[in-house]
């Protein structure tokens, strides 16, 4: 077995343990008991996808000091995160646009809080070096694994990408599959295209991935989205937790941005990344915490018209009627 190799197994372990494990959560050892030493009341059980925002939060020193209780409820992928949220198991989800809507869609009781914002560069179209698929035309007639689910933005930028070329959705045969196991099907050359995000888009180019087309020059949103559940927005004292969590994450990712060194090392340490990998996962994160806006909300909205135009999203979202403003502003 290769390093490479073993860092990508690694990685995928660590991911599948994460799914594993979500339901009960870790202690942040961060959060401290509050400034007067007591313990606090409030527990703020923070959903997460692959480590990302913890890893994130405890490189930057996000939640030292603060008055509340951390946990962290671990994912593969959005849609288990989701399942989580629906059962009460996690008070906020980290998910891009389409996740988030989709789970709207479906009833998932939360409200978008604030938004995350990058280039798009980390959602892309992968295909194996020696295959004939050069370009998003290509794809005509053949199979692409979209991960991790319906309604994942790697699937929003599969149906832009293929418009963009003039095909339409029904062009291509779409299959779904988690990260992990569409990962070890790849490496055996078992998939003609996956539409995939993240660091498993990071992994796949370093183990010879080509990547024909990412999510950059608008075909995706860029936009992510911070959400919490109902429930813990109609607790008063929680719903005041969750106001300083949020703006201690924007400024974990202003800490990113000032740090890409040691924010790499992070995520060497604690997802067993290779430090190829871990650079990509930093030149592509999310940048910046930022409210919702109008031109936030416009732009989601789109993606949600798109996806429901080719039926993926049914029923369509309002995105403006499923945020809740109150909690991050400038």
Same mark, same amino acid.
């Given at each position: ?25 870790? @202690? ?25 925002? @913890? ?46 809507? @989709? ?228």
């Amino acid at each position: 077995m290769t390093r490479s190799t073993r860092a990508l197994a690694a990685a995928l372990a660590l991911s599948a343990l994460a799914l594993v494990t979500a339901g009960c959560g870790t @202690q942040d050892d961060s959060a401290s008991n509050g400034p007067a030493g007591a313990a606090s009341d409030v527990t703020l059980t923070l959903g997460d996808q692959a480590k990302n925002l @913890q890893t994130l939060a405890n490189a930057a020193g996000a939640f030292k000091g603060a008055p509340y209780q951390v946990k962290w409820a671990e994912f593969e992928g959005a849609a288990p995160l989701f399942q989580a949220a629906q059962a009460g198991a996690a008070d906020t989800t980290y998910a891009a646009d389409l996740p988030t809507l @989709q789970a709207l869609s479906g009833g998932v009781p939360i409200k978008a809080v604030a938004a995350l914002r990058n280039d798009g560069t980390s959602v892309g179209i992968v295909t194996r070096k020696n295959s004939t698929i050069r370009k998003v035309a290509d794809l005509k007639g053949r199979t692409v694994v979209v991960s991790s689910a319906k309604g994942s933005i790697s699937e929003y930028l599969l149906a832009n990408a293929l418009q963009q070329a003039g095909l339409t959705y029904s062009d291509v045969k779409v299959k779904y599959l988690l990260p992990t196991d569409a990962q070890a099907a790849f490496g055996a050359g078992r998939i003609d295209a996956w539409a995939i995000f993240g660091v498993y888009k990071a992994v796949a180019t370093q183990q010879g991935g080509r990547e024909i087309v990412n999510g950059a020059d608008g075909r995706v949103s860029g936009y992510g989205f911070i959400g919490a559940t109902d429930k813990a927005l109609a607790d008063r004292s929680k719903k005041q937790a969750l106001a300083d969590a949020v703006k201690r994450l924007g400024t974990a990712l202003k800490w990113a941005r000032t740090h890409p060194d040691a924010y790499a090392a992070a995520i060497r340490k604690n997802n067993g990344a290779s430090a190829e990998v871990a650079r990509t996962i930093v030149s592509q994160s999310y940048g910046e915490l930022v409210p919702i806006t109008p031109e936030v909300t416009q732009s989601v909205q789109k993606v949600a018209d798109t996806m429901h135009g080719i039926k993926v999203l049914d029923p369509n979202v309002t995105v403006a009627d499923s945020v809740d403003t109150s909690l991050y502003a400038k």
